[in-house]
């Protein structure tokens, strides 16, 4: 089975503009979660989509945005971009409804924000 | 109060020497789930091991395993035999009840350097 695969690896923005990063899980997952690193702040907890729907969310401003598909490859929007939202964006699926659920996670969009 | 706890920042061992790092979480659920993560400096978080809070039994999975003390709320990764490869970040992560399915706690993480 191919990995979970996240587009692009790279982006270079400049403050204000918004960006949409693409995850695209495993196959038959039906979970996609979204992850922010930074060093300072870690690794932190977005939201997370299953079946179309959102059914989890972090603690992160309103800028920060996702959907997921029919076919359950999911984006990220982040509106209004600020330095700070620089950082390592990963994106995680996973297959079952409940469970130990581990999660498979994509090699991640590196955003820099100008 | 941090869900998850890694004291640890960085660690040094001896390639072939057994090492442990330390991971104490917070949670009042009682149904909850511990996972160990490895990321090599490309970034990729890989699955190392997973312990369940109904477990009976500590973890393995290859050279790696979990030191489960629940009435300490500690889930110590213990890698056998380091290798040069070992080296990364190690994170520590619950997963918390289950209405909350996917949504994942991780800890700081801790560096590890293997020396020949």
């Known amino acids: 089975k191919a990995g979970v695969t996240q587009t692009p690896r790279y982006l270079i923005k400049t403050r204000g503009q918004q960006v949409t990063l693409s995850c695209s899980p495993i196959?038959?997952?039906?979970?996609v979660s979204w992850y922010q690193q930074t060093p300072g702040q870690g690794l932190q907890f977005l939201f997370e989509?299953?079946?179309?729907?959102?059914?989890n969310k972090g603690n992160f401003p309103g800028r920060f945005s996702g959907r997921q598909f029919s076919n359950s490859r999911s984006e990220m929007n982040v509106s209004t971009l600020e330095l700070g939202d620089s950082a390592l964006y990963l994106c995680?699926?996973?297959?079952?409804?409940?469970?130990?659920?581990?999660?498979?996670f994509g090699p991640g969009t590196r955003l820099t924000v100008l | 109060a941090q869900k998850i706890t890694q004291t640890q920042p960085g660690m040094f061992v001896q390639e072939k020497e057994a090492v442990t790092l330390d991971c104490t979480y917070d949670?009042?659920?009682?149904?909850?789930?511990l996972f160990w993560y490895k990321q090599p400096s490309s970034g990729e978080m890989i699955f190392l091991i997973y312990?369940?809070?109904?477990?009976?039994q500590n973890a393995t999975e290859g050279r790696y395993s979990l030191n489960f003390q629940k009435a300490r709320k500690s889930a110590n990764l213990v890698i056998s035999a380091s290798q040069l490869g070992d080296s990364a970040m190690y994170f520590c992560?619950?997963?918390?009840?289950?209405?909350?399915?996917?949504?994942?706690?991780f800890g700081s993480g801790t560096k590890l350097n293997v020396k020949p």
């Open positions: 992560a619950m997963r918390e009840g289950p209405n909350n399915f996917n949504k994942f706690y």
């Open positions: 949670t009042s659920d009682p149904s909850y789930g």
């Open positions: 312990q369940g809070s109904y477990d009976q």
């Open positions: 196959s038959g997952h039906r979970s």
């Open positions: 995680a699926s996973s297959s079952a409804d409940r469970g130990h659920n581990e999660q498979f």
């Open positions: 989509y299953f079946s179309e729907t959102q059914r």
